[in-house]
């Protein structure tokens, strides 16, 4: 094994990355299943001369991250569900005062308290703003532990970029996980042209305002236009997938996380034995959705296969992009049930048979 | 007698840091002296260039308008939680939030008492006019006992409503806390306390010696529906009784004794 390669929890590796991006603010509040994290940099912040705050709620958490990223700080929280629920203020807050941050839900099953299981019942929540007003936040969706630390850095890159926040919909699987990973160079943080628009030290220049409120008639309409261009032109440019095997494929899976990981094993599984030719688009951005990509194999006449931990919310956005060209299916597990490899193949093989799309929820199954 | 100009010395006008934009406060309020007194202790101990101000959600919605130095506005109720993450992000610069009642002690009753609980470094004035003015003049968590207001129309009943928070009286006891004073804007006198409250606060802070809270009884005749001057008269009258002014905490005296 080569030296820079570890054995690292899925929620430590987030917080390793996030400490290698540069990220000098962390405020966090005691959730399961993401916990790891706060623990990580409750003693790893501090150590490396950066900010930890042991937040008295996820509400106050957030808005320290809206504090610290005024000041040009690259800032950050986590939590799971029911905490990524009131942080929804403080992003809404920031995507109107165009602030940027990285955070981090680490799904587990709703609604109410639900329970500490995997999930990915908040795709609608992470995907559609999650708060109030016209907003959207790019949601970045790993399936692996490297893939948590690499998409970890990238996010602090592209919220930057965008001066909007970030966020990672991972799930209890994904952050429990240890697996081997190769940890990437710290980056230089460098905050480019924030110095423009960010607080203190103001000797010498202007005073510096950052606001979400815009009372006089016709300035919020006009800001957010501004914003709506901006979402355009992070939904042209930022789209992320991964295929594998899908160009004879006679079904094709859309699918992201850990039901994309088990889809994939489906995948070799049923091209091994010869069942039936499958592949497999797995999603990276789920906002934005890759479209583009699925779009086009569906022009091909491909048919689509949706796998996911959550009772038809991605499928919404699968059957929006097929717009009608093709017909696309859905397996789905909720409240912490985990599709299966053999369950996957099954469905595939029913959707193979059928003239139209084929819906399998847990209770068909039973 | 003949004055040359060179007799002619400024000897009143408005603070370097305060902008010159109108607020929009009505006639008589109290918050407008407020931000006056910040801005005089800000220019008098030489904070302005390190200063950043964090606006809240109420009558000062729009704080960050006039001050002449960086501005944030915060969410209703989180200005304190913001203001933790700009100064542990900046530990040089003197952070304040301007919070009225309703914004720190009933939503963000959790953000005030737990940045007091930390000793954040940050100085907090706090406006209690005892009503929601912004929104229409509704009741306060510092809602006398018996006083009308628009969800309160028989006066506040404590079976109902609990009683009126006492803001200073609670946080007193915080190991947190460097300095807590209750001043009043009402007249003269108050005003001249007021101030030398407030520049405390911020030597308290500039000193690196925790957190500290000026709450500033403040007059709201439109909210009140009184006369500004029954207003004034009404803050001593009503608000003193119950809200004792004086300095509940000020570790710089413990260190002297």
């Given at each position: 094994?080569?030296?820079?390669?570890?054995?690292?929890?899925?929620?430590?590796?987030?917080?390793?990355?996030?400490?290698?991006?540069?990220?000098?603010?962390?405020?966090?509040?005691?959730?399961?299943?993401?916990?790891?994290?706060?623990?990580?940099?409750?003693?790893?912040?501090?150590?490396?001369?950066?900010?930890?705050?042991?937040?008295?709620?996820?509400?106050?958490?957030?808005?320290?991250?809206?504090?610290?990223?005024?000041?040009?700080?690259?800032?950050?929280?986590?939590?799971?569900?029911?905490?990524?629920?009131?942080?929804?203020?403080?992003?809404?807050?920031?995507?109107?005062?165009?602030?940027?941050?990285?955070?981090?839900?680490?799904?587990?099953?709703?609604?109410?308290?639900?329970?500490?299981?995997?999930?990915?019942?908040?795709?609608?929540?992470?995907?559609?703003?999650?708060?109030?007003?016209?907003?959207?936040?790019?949601?970045?969706?790993?399936?692996?532990?490297?893939?948590?630390?690499?998409?970890?850095?990238?996010?602090?890159?592209?919220?930057?970029?965008?001066?909007?926040?970030?966020m990672i919909l991972g799930d209890g699987i994904l952050g429990q996980m240890r697996e081997p990973i190769v940890l990437r160079e710290p980056v230089e943080y460098d905050p480019g042209t924030k110095g423009a628009w960010s607080?203190?030290?103001?000797?010498?220049?202007?005073?510096?305002?950052?606001?979400?409120?815009?009372?006089?008639?016709?300035?919020?309409?006009?800001?957010?236009?501004?914003?709506?261009?901006?979402?355009?032109?992070?939904?042209?440019?930022?789209?992320?997938?991964?295929?594998?095997?899908?160009?004879?494929?006679?079904?094709?899976?859309?699918?992201?996380?850990?039901?994309?990981?088990?889809?994939?094993?489906?995948?070799?599984?049923?091209?091994?034995?010869?069942?039936?030719?499958?592949?497999?688009?797995?999603?990276?951005?789920?906002?934005?959705?890759?479209?583009?990509?699925?779009?086009?194999?569906?022009?091909?006449?491909?048919?689509?296969?949706?796998?996911?931990?959550?009772?038809?919310?991605?499928?919404?956005?699968?059957?929006?992009?097929?717009?009608?060209?093709?017909?696309?299916?859905?397996?789905?597990?909720?409240?912490?049930?985990?599709?299966?490899?053999?369950?996957?193949?099954?469905?595939?093989?029913?959707?193979?048979?059928?003239?139209?799309?084929?819906?399998?929820?847990?209770?068909?199954?039973? | 007698?003949?004055?040359?100009?060179?007799?002619?010395?400024?000897?009143?006008?408005?603070?370097?840091?305060?902008?010159?934009?109108?607020?929009?406060?009505?006639?008589?309020?109290?918050?407008?002296?407020?931000?006056?007194?910040?801005?005089?202790?800000?220019?008098?101990?030489?904070?302005?260039?390190?200063?950043?101000?964090?606006?809240?959600?109420?009558?000062?919605?729009?704080?960050?308008?006039?001050?002449?130095?960086?501005?944030?506005?915060?969410?209703?109720?989180?200005?304190?939680?913001?203001?933790?993450?700009?100064?542990?992000?900046?530990?040089?610069?003197?952070?304040?939030?301007?919070?009225?009642?309703?914004?720190?002690?009933?939503?963000?009753?959790?953000?005030?008492?737990?940045?007091?609980?930390?000793?954040?470094?940050?100085?907090?004035?706090?406006?209690?006019?005892?009503?929601?003015?912004?929104?229409?003049?509704?009741?306060?968590?510092?809602?006398?006992?018996?006083?009308?207001?628009?969800?309160?129309?028989?006066?506040?009943?404590?079976?109902?409503?609990?009683?009126?928070?006492?803001?200073?009286?609670?946080?007193?006891?915080?190991?947190?806390?460097?300095?807590?004073?209750?001043?009043?804007?009402?007249?003269?006198?108050?005003?001249?306390?007021?101030?030398?409250?407030?520049?405390?606060?911020?030597?308290?802070?500039?000193?690196?010696?925790?957190?500290?809270?000026?709450?500033?009884?403040?007059?709201?005749?439109?909210?009140?529906?009184?006369?500004?001057?029954?207003?004034?008269?009404?803050?001593?009258?009503?608000?003193?009784?119950?809200?004792?002014?004086?300095?509940?905490?000020?570790?710089?005296?413990?260190?002297?004794?």
């Amino acid at each position: 094994m080569p030296e820079d390669r570890v054995l690292m929890k899925g929620n430590e590796a987030i917080g390793e990355a996030a400490i290698r991006a540069g990220c000098t603010f962390y405020a966090g509040y005691p959730i399961t299943p993401q916990n790891e994290l706060t623990e990580y940099m409750s003693y790893h912040m501090p150590k490396a001369g950066r900010a930890f705050v042991q937040a008295e709620s996820e509400v106050a958490a957030i808005n320290m991250v809206y504090g610290a990223a005024a000041t040009g700080a690259r800032a950050m929280t986590s939590s799971s569900g029911p905490g990524i629920s009131l942080k929804q203020e403080g992003v809404s807050y920031m995507c109107g005062a165009e602030l940027p941050c990285f955070y981090a839900n680490i799904v587990r099953g709703g609604p109410g308290l639900g329970n500490i299981a995997p999930a990915q019942s908040d795709y609608f929540q992470a995907t559609r703003g999650g708060g109030h007003g016209d907003y959207r936040v790019i949601v970045l969706a790993p399936s692996t532990v490297q893939e948590l630390f690499d998409i970890t850095m990238l996010g602090f890159e592209l919220a930057d970029k965008y001066r909007n926040p970030a966020m990672i919909l991972g799930d209890g699987i994904l952050g429990q996980m240890r697996e081997p990973i190769v940890l990437r160079e710290p980056v230089e943080y460098d905050p480019g042209t924030k110095g423009a628009w960010s607080l203190g030290n103001s000797a010498g220049r202007e005073k510096h305002m950052i606001t979400s409120v815009r009372l006089a008639p016709g300035t919020l309409e006009k800001h957010n236009m501004k914003l709506f261009r901006k979402y355009k032109e992070i939904a042209e440019k930022e789209q992320r997938y991964e295929l594998t095997a899908v160009d004879d494929a006679e079904v094709i899976i859309i699918a992201y996380g850990t039901s994309a990981r088990v889809a994939k094993s489906a995948v070799a599984a049923a091209r091994e034995s010869g069942d039936i030719r499958l592949g497999i688009i797995r999603l990276i951005t789920l906002w934005p959705y890759p479209a583009d990509i699925i779009r086009e194999y569906a022009d091909k006449g491909a048919r689509f296969l949706v796998v996911e931990m959550s009772l038809g919310q991605m499928y919404e956005d699968a059957l929006l992009s097929v717009a009608g060209k093709t017909d696309v299916s859905l397996l789905a597990h909720t409240g912490g049930g985990l599709p299966a490899e053999e369950e996957i193949i099954e469905t595939a093989k029913k959707v193979r048979a059928s003239d139209g799309p084929v819906e399998v929820f847990p209770e068909a199954a039973e | 007698m003949r004055l040359e100009v060179d007799d002619l010395k400024k000897v009143f006008g408005r603070p370097e840091s305060l902008s010159d934009k109108p607020n929009m406060y009505c006639p008589g309020c109290g918050h407008g002296l407020a931000h006056r007194l910040v801005a005089e202790a800000v220019d008098a101990l030489g904070l302005k260039d390190r200063c950043i101000g964090v606006a809240s959600v109420g009558c000062s919605v729009f704080a960050d308008d006039y001050f002449d130095f960086d501005f944030v506005q915060a969410a209703h109720g989180r200005a304190p939680a913001v203001a933790t993450g700009i100064k542990r992000s900046k530990p040089d610069s003197i952070v304040f939030t301007h919070q009225g009642d309703g914004d720190l002690a009933s939503i963000g009753a959790a953000e005030m008492l737990h940045s007091a609980n930390r000793g954040e470094m940050i100085t907090v004035i706090f406006v209690n006019n005892a009503i929601y003015g912004m929104t229409g003049g509704q009741m306060a968590p510092t809602t006398l006992v018996g006083m009308k207001t628009s969800t309160s129309k028989l006066g506040r009943d404590p079976k109902v409503a609990g009683y009126p928070v006492r803001v200073c009286e609670l946080l007193k006891d915080l190991e947190g806390v460097a300095y807590l004073e209750r001043v009043a804007v009402n007249t003269p006198a108050h005003v001249i306390k007021a101030a030398k409250a407030v520049r405390k606060a911020f030597e308290v802070q500039d000193e690196g010696l925790g957190f500290s809270l000026v709450e500033i009884l403040s007059q709201c005749p439109t909210g009140w529906g009184r006369l500004p001057k029954d207003a004034v008269d009404w803050v001593d009258d009503n608000m003193v009784p119950y809200y004792p002014l004086g300095v509940f905490r000020d570790v710089t005296a413990k260190e002297q004794k």
